[in-house]
């Protein structure tokens, strides 16, 4: 992602280092054993996927500046969300594949979208602006 789609932040690396960092916990908790995850009741892992695709999607919003590299991450996180399935059936023993997670998760992204419509789509930016004349 070249470094004129991003927000003029102060610690730009920072903040998206940290938004990989996200992904990866997401992805991780994803790929957890059953055994290791609380048991929610029925639907409610679907509200989970979702809200977590959300906040991913709002980190991304607070990051990227170009409706094109905004699309380009929403694009990725839809990716990112099916891959996990995949993933799940093919590296966890009692984990299985859901396509409707993978709704659910899509579904975060394009609620998360929205908020670039909105005055908290630059909350990062107006708490941690670039310094004139440095980073």
Do not use: Y
């Amino acid at each position: 992602m070249s470094s004129g789609a991003l927000k003029p932040l102060r610690w730009p690396a920072l903040w998206v280092g940290l938004w990989g960092l996200a992904m990866a916990v997401v992805v991780t908790t994803c790929l957890l054993p059953g055994d290791d995850i609380p048991r929610v009741a029925e639907g409610v892992d679907k509200i989970e996927h979702a809200g977590s695709f959300f906040v991913l999607m709002v980190c991304a919003v607070q990051l990227f500046a170009t409706r094109r590299a905004l699309l380009r991450a929403a694009a990725w996180l839809v990716v990112l969300g099916v891959l996990i399935e995949f993933m799940q059936g093919w590296f966890t023993a009692d984990r299985t594949p859901d396509p409707m997670d993978a709704l659910a998760d899509s579904t975060g992204v394009l609620l998360g979208l929205a908020i670039a419509r909105t005055r908290a789509s630059n909350l990062l930016l107006r708490w941690f602006p670039r310094k004139p004349g440095g980073t």
